[in-house]
């Protein structure tokens, strides 16, 4: 299997790739198209602020590569956040593959949300075998609303979306990478997808 994760500068890419290894595979790093598009499955990670972050995805021209991926794709924390239609943070147009926007955590919860949540309301293949009230590691001042698309839950003041899905398309808020073993359930569970 050709796992690929992208490669623009906007990620925490060695633990993903550390935690594939661990999984009995191996992912190369890449922001070359042809790679890409190639790949049996893509991880799109993304740690940092989102216009820049998009900055870089439009000067290789990987803006308008993702949306037009047709295998399964993975998108990992600002990665799920910039699959959406636009973030607040840096006032920032998004890829447009879900169909929501991302907005700041209100000023009543201590901003970033560091640490250990529970997710609920699991409704994907991303989630088999993992239980209700399992505990992810979320790094983040931002979130995506529960929508139609929304596959997980957390709550953080409010209930916000930590997992997305459309069509071949996945997000995670939460990093799997950093998520112990539900994690690595995860990051297997997509690779198998």
């Not at 500068?9 to 790679?35: C, H, M, T, V």
Request: charged content about 20%.
């Amino acid at each position: 299997m050709k796992i690929v994760i992208i490669n623009y500068g906007a990620g925490n890419i060695q633990s993903i790739k550390f935690a594939i290894q661990r999984l009995g595979y191996e992912a190369i790093l890449s922001d070359d198209p042809k790679e890409i598009q190639s790949a049996d499955k893509v991880i799109f990670p993304g740690v940092g602020e989102a216009s820049s972050a998009m900055q870089k995805l439009k000067a290789s021209g990987l803006d308008s590569l993702i949306p037009d991926l047709k295998q399964p794709v993975l998108g990992i924390c600002l990665g799920m956040q910039l699959m959406c239609n636009y973030t607040e943070e840096g006032d920032t147009e998004g890829l447009g593959i879900f169909d929501t926007d991302v907005v700041r955590f209100h000023k009543d919860v201590k901003v970033p949300q560091i640490g250990w949540n529970q997710i609920t309301s699991l409704k994907s293949p991303l989630f088999q075998g993992i239980s209700e009230d399992e505990y992810i590691y979320l790094v983040h001042s931002y979130y995506a609303p529960v929508t139609d698309e929304t596959i997980a839950q957390s709550s953080y003041g409010i209930s916000y979306s930590t997992a997305l899905q459309k069509d071949n398309f996945y997000g995670t808020q939460f990093h799997p990478e950093k998520s112990s073993t539900a994690g690595e359930k995860i990051l297997s569970n997509f690779l198998s997808i």
